[in-house]
């Protein structure tokens, strides 16, 4: 699941998007192919749970955001099976992932819109506002006509109804079930084990250890190439890498600072109040340190500007390694996971750091599904043949091919005696590593029914090889688990009414660009903690964040 922002539309920006836009649009043949199928609401489907979808050949138009380790999603092998196994060609509009949030509102402005929106995470605000013009379809009567493996899903994700149901009754967007054990913990920090041993240091456990060891990457050229080349702290800015963001980690030494969704970053609940971080003195504090590490050369000057093929470089080139230490949700941000060089096994994580006040947090996300993962609009020609087709996404079996690949070939099923992470029997075991660029599944840019169950059934190598996944339970059960706060603390997705969520799409983006804006200003020392931290917050206090509170606290505690 990545963190995106995402704005109110700017149609002054329209004409540099004008590739994407004729994309959008066609002859208004939104769902056509070698068969027409019908007038519009005409039912042209198979019996729920049947394959093909349809009997003759229909095309949905899908709008993606890019996916950096998926080559094409036109020759996709994924691509190629469920079309065969359906009967549903895909016409792709694909846009790229640093501005996808940019080009999802652009599109929903002009009025030019694909059959489906797939992998956005459109916000309940969002679906509120374009539910209720009609742009987002509802989904309620297609779930009950049609639904088969989602109406299991919803069966056993107990609160999952309730949480995709906007106020008015309606469900306008699909969710993604990843009930991922390591990911409701992603927000970590990794360190290059090899420089620890050659310099005689242990992993850091306070901010002060870390200074330490970040100071010892920089100026005692552990590398051994007898350049000044190391980076002793690297990232990328949110919404490029996963986790990556230099606050995701580090603030959590000195305030809770979730980040784990657009719509909640940086909100977590305190004596039942909703909070924000970015308001608070531990706030400061935080900043106070980064900048501190930035001043003295410790932390990459291009932390708030690189994306995340620019990061994954860093972390790849070539001849002696140069990164340090990195944030990222797991070694693959910034290192070849299963790559030639083998760097990404010599990464261990540093646990929550303890703060100067003591302060010590693993940000928790306790909710094992992501909302907004996939809406059809209005322009949709059969609703029936796009529900259908995202339906099939809940299926395990589909599951495990749409973000692993095929069975026999990137994975297949446990043999007997073979044990799962969990301890327990396992179900399945890959057979190829995650993280390659490929062209045969399409990562998780579908909506997936990926329960914690399985996901640990995944059965553990025993010929000694190394699994990401084991690697990440370990890490996560020993270094950040010890550290997490109550899920009672954790902010629920929220649905919002007409009037609060038209008030939220302008709040939200006004009040999270500045803070993003001003955090990079306060690390660089562009801006000063001691002359401008009150005009900071007086700045937050006129860009209503007081309202922007009180709208998220009536949202909570009606939801309770």
């Avoid at 995106?4 to 649009?25: D, E, G, I, P, Q």
Wanted: with cysteine; aromatic share 10%; hydrophobic share 35%.
């Amino acid at each position: 699941m990545r963190w995106k922002r995402w704005s109110t539309a700017c149609l002054a920006a329209v004409m540099t998007l004008s590739l994407l836009l004729t994309a959008c649009s066609g002859s208004g043949d939104n769902a056509s192919g070698t068969n027409d199928g019908g007038q519009a609401g005409e039912s042209i489907v198979t019996a729920k749970g049947t394959y093909p979808i349809v009997e003759e050949k229909v095309t949905l138009k899908v709008m993606v955001p890019s996916e950096a380790l998926v080559e094409n999603f036109e020759t996709n092998e994924f691509t190629k099976w469920y079309e065969e196994k359906t009967n549903v060609h895909v016409e792709w509009i694909v846009v790229p992932q640093q501005s996808a949030s940019e080009k999802l509102n652009l599109m929903l402005a002009s009025g030019d819109y694909p059959d489906v929106i797939m992998r956005f995470g459109v916000t309940p605000a969002q679906q509120m506002i374009y539910g209720k013009q009609g742009v987002f379809l509802p989904l309620n009567d297609l779930i009950e006509q049609y639904g088969d493996k989602f109406k299991k899903v919803l069966d056993s994700n107990e609160g999952l109804a309730t949480a995709i149901t906007a106020p008015d009754g309606n469900i306008y967007a699909l969710p993604s079930i990843n009930d991922c054990y390591h990911c409701s913990m992603a927000q970590k920090m990794w360190i290059y084990k090899p420089w620890l041993d050659k310099l005689g240091l242990d992993v850091p456990t306070t901010t002060d250890e870390l200074y330490t060891v970040l100071k010892a990457f920089k100026e005692k050229d552990p590398n051994g190439n007898g350049k000044a080349d190391e980076v002793p702290l690297t990232g990328a800015p949110r919404g490029s890498g996963w986790y990556s963001s230099i606050d995701a980690f580090l603030m959590n030494s000195f305030v809770l600072n979730p980040v784990f969704s657009e719509s909640r970053s940086h909100m977590y609940v305190e004596d039942g109040r909703i909070q924000v971080a970015f308001d608070k003195p531990g706030w400061r504090d935080g900043l106070a340190y980064m900048n501190k590490l930035y001043k003295e050369g410790l932390i990459d000057p291009q932390i708030f500007t690189q994306d995340s093929d620019q990061l994954l470089k860093l972390g790849e080139t070539s001849g002696d390694p140069i990164v340090g230490a990195a944030f990222g949700g797991h070694q693959g941000v910034f290192t070849q996971i299963a790559g030639e060089s083998g760097r990404w096994l010599d990464y261990v994580t540093v646990p929550p750091l303890k703060g100067p006040n003591g302060v010590q947090y693993a940000a928790y996300d306790p909710f094992g599904y992501s909302v907004g993962s996939y809406l059809i609009t209005k322009n949709a020609k059969h609703p029936d043949v796009a529900f259908r087709w995202a339906d099939g996404f809940y299926d395990e079996e589909v599951s495990l091919r749409t973000t692993i690949g095929r069975p026999g070939e990137e994975w297949r099923e446990a043999k007997e005696g073979e044990i799962g992470i969990n301890g327990k029997p396992a179900k399945w075991a890959k057979l190829k590593e995650y993280g390659q660029i490929q062209n045969v599944h399409w990562e998780q840019t579908a909506p997936t029914n990926r329960s914690n169950e399985l996901r640990l059934s995944s059965a553990v190598p025993n010929n000694g090889e190394p699994s990401l996944e084991v690697i990440l339970y370990n890490e996560t059960k020993n270094n950040y688990d010890p550290y997490k706060p109550s899920a009672d603390m954790a902010v629920p997705q929220l649905f919002f009414t007409d009037e609060q969520a038209a008030e939220l799409s302008d709040l939200s983006k006004t009040i999270n660009d500045y803070v993003d804006e001003m955090m990079a200003r306060f690390v660089i020392g562009d801006a000063d903690l001691e002359k401008d931290w009150d005009t900071y917050l007086q700045t937050l206090e006129g860009m209503n964040l007081p309202r922007f509170l009180e709208i998220f606290q009536t949202a909570y505690d009606s939801k309770k």
